[in-house]
């Protein structure tokens, strides 16, 4: 079972940045994807941007390419997602999330364990 933890959220202006980080413990994550998740008031958990932590691969969700970078520390066990020109419309709560392979990469279900979660407000 692997546990997370996210950290790093917070208010800014439109086209602003923001850093978030998502530490995890339990077990190694070699075989694992690691995505991030987020969610706005009254819609559904979408996906944003995932990696394999192993072969380093990503993905980005059509929103948010070329603005936000989903990167890795293998010696601290994280996972990074920078935001760049941050819009109105990225307000959400941010999850991070970790399954194992094979796993449908931009869907939840393949996700087995969650972090609780980061507020990410976007003031316009």
């Known amino acids: 079972q692997v546990q997370l933890v996210e950290s790093g959220g917070g208010l800014v202006q439109a086209g602003g940045s923001l850093s978030l980080s998502c530490a995890a413990s339990g077990r190694t994550l070699s075989s694992y994807a690691v995505g991030w998740f987020r969610q706005a008031p009254g819609k559904e958990r979408e996906f944003v941007a995932a990696?394999?932590?192993?072969?380093?691969?990503?993905w980005y969700a059509d929103a948010v390419k070329g603005r936000f970078t989903i990167s890795k520390d293998n010696a601290k066990n994280t996972v990074y997602l920078q935001m760049n020109s941050l819009k109105p419309e990225d307000t959400a709560v941010y999850y991070c999330?970790?399954?194992?392979?094979?796993?449908?990469?931009?869907?939840?279900?393949?996700?087995?364990?969650w972090g609780q979660g980061t507020q990410v407000t976007v003031s316009s």
């Open positions: 999330a970790a399954g194992s392979f094979p796993i449908a990469i931009r869907t939840t279900q393949g996700y087995r364990s």
């Open positions: 990696l394999n932590w192993s072969g380093g691969t990503t």
